[in-house]
């Protein structure tokens, strides 16, 4: 990775931390309608994971799913419109947080239904290998999604029909204020692709650089014919399971200290200084970044929200 890159990955984690602290903030006061999911501490993920794509790559995302958006080129300015109901956001403030897409970057949607992306970004991968487009679809998803029956069905379809899809498991030990452990059974998530003869790994997804090779490793496997892989990404939510819970009780203080400790920002900064880079660089960027994200609210809540008669428009069930 060159100086340029290394920059470029350590503000895109940035974006996303620092969108997601003002999601926090435009909830508690009283901005935001409804709970956002947030991703802090799991940004190498996603980061790592979309700065190997190409920009007509897709990816499918979750509930938790502002950090993929970001990661792969999502507005912010519409994405904050959004998740404040206003007029100017993604879905015109009709869907809120889960409902971000955007299909001009390939990003597939967001989701509200745990597992809702196995079918969506397998689909996408059997289009484009019917389409010979050499696209790559990635599909995110929780540990807790990997206990859904269609992860199961959509590996086997993928592994029979070679599809060009990457399914990345964002493992951050808990579905909601469950223990994985509790519910999960054998060893690794990564286990289960081994009887659909599906290469698999379970990395530190908390390291950008790890994330980044596995996925641009499995990306160019994919794209050159050799089907699915899975990767899982160990890794943890800072925060609690959303907005609204303080994310503590179910996990020890030593636990979340733990982790705080391996913070992906942080640790990849460190590491960019030990590698030359000057701090004040890192600092101007995040600079620029708190910046982008302070105008992105102001612009989302200076926005109306939709007129009352368009509440039945784009709707379609
Ligand atoms: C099909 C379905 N079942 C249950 C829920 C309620 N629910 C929302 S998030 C969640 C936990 C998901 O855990 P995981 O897949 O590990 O994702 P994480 O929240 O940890 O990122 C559950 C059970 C849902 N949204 N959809
Ligand atoms: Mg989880």
């Given at each position: 990775m060159n100086d340029e890159t290394k920059k470029t990955i350590y503000r895109n984690m940035l974006r996303i931390r620092r969108f997601e602290e003002q999601i926090f903030e435009v909830y508690t006061g009283g901005l935001m309608h409804g709970l956002a999911h947030l991703y802090i501490g799991e940004e190498a993920v996603a980061v790592g994971v979309c700065s190997?794509?190409?920009?007509d790559d897709y990816i499918t995302s979750t509930h938790r799913g502002h950090g993929h958006c970001v990661a792969k080129g999502g507005n912010l300015d519409q994405m904050m419109a959004e998740v404040l109901g206003?007029?100017?956001?993604?879905?015109r403030g009709k869907g809120g947080s889960m409902h971000i897409a955007d299909m001009s970057l390939g990003i597939l949607g967001a989701n509200?239904?745990?597992?809702?992306g196995f079918g969506i970004a397998t689909g996408a991968a059997l289009s484009a290998k019917l389409r010979k487009t050499d696209q790559v679809a990635v599909c995110f998803f929780g540990d807790g999604a990997s206990n859904q029956g269609v992860f199961f069905e959509v590996m086997n379809t993928a592994s029979i029909w070679d599809l060009p899809v990457v399914y990345v498991c964002e493992?951050?030990?808990?579905?909601e204020y469950t223990a994985t452990d509790s519910v999960t059974?054998?060893?690794?998530?990564?286990?289960?692709a081994k009887p659909f003869g599906i290469p698999s790994s379970t990395i530190d997804g908390n390291d950008v650089v790890i994330v980044h090779e596995t996925a641009a490793a499995a990306v160019a496997g994919a794209r050159e014919g050799k089907g699915p892989t899975l990767i899982e990404c160990m890794t943890y939510r800072h925060?609690?399971?959303?907005?609204?819970?303080?994310?503590d009780g179910y996990r020890s203080e030593e636990e979340r200290q733990a982790w705080q400790d391996k913070d992906p920002i942080t640790t990849f900064r460190a590491r960019l200084v030990d590698e030359g880079i000057d701090a004040e660089d890192l600092d101007g960027i995040d600079a620029a970044v708190q910046e982008e994200v302070a105008d992105a609210v102001e612009s989302a809540a200076g926005a109306p929200y939709p007129d009352v008669e368009e509440a039945t428009h784009h709707v379609f069930a």
């Amino acid at each position: 990775m060159n100086d340029e890159t290394k920059k470029t990955i350590y503000r895109n984690m940035l974006r996303i931390r620092r969108f997601e602290e003002q999601i926090f903030e435009v909830y508690t006061g009283g901005l935001m309608h409804g709970l956002a999911h947030l991703y802090i501490g799991e940004e190498a993920v996603a980061v790592g994971v979309c700065s190997a794509l190409r920009d007509d790559d897709y990816i499918t995302s979750t509930h938790r799913g502002h950090g993929h958006c970001v990661a792969k080129g999502g507005n912010l300015d519409q994405m904050m419109a959004e998740v404040l109901g206003r007029v100017t956001g993604y879905c015109r403030g009709k869907g809120g947080s889960m409902h971000i897409a955007d299909m001009s970057l390939g990003i597939l949607g967001a989701n509200g239904i745990v597992g809702g992306g196995f079918g969506i970004a397998t689909g996408a991968a059997l289009s484009a290998k019917l389409r010979k487009t050499d696209q790559v679809a990635v599909c995110f998803f929780g540990d807790g999604a990997s206990n859904q029956g269609v992860f199961f069905e959509v590996m086997n379809t993928a592994s029979i029909w070679d599809l060009p899809v990457v399914y990345v498991c964002e493992n951050n030990q808990y579905g909601e204020y469950t223990a994985t452990d509790s519910v999960t059974a054998g060893d690794t998530i990564a286990d289960r692709a081994k009887p659909f003869g599906i290469p698999s790994s379970t990395i530190d997804g908390n390291d950008v650089v790890i994330v980044h090779e596995t996925a641009a490793a499995a990306v160019a496997g994919a794209r050159e014919g050799k089907g699915p892989t899975l990767i899982e990404c160990m890794t943890y939510r800072h925060r609690g399971h959303h907005v609204g819970d303080p994310g503590d009780g179910y996990r020890s203080e030593e636990e979340r200290q733990a982790w705080q400790d391996k913070d992906p920002i942080t640790t990849f900064r460190a590491r960019l200084v030990d590698e030359g880079i000057d701090a004040e660089d890192l600092d101007g960027i995040d600079a620029a970044v708190q910046e982008e994200v302070a105008d992105a609210v102001e612009s989302a809540a200076g926005a109306p929200y939709p007129d009352v008669e368009e509440a039945t428009h784009h709707v379609f069930a």
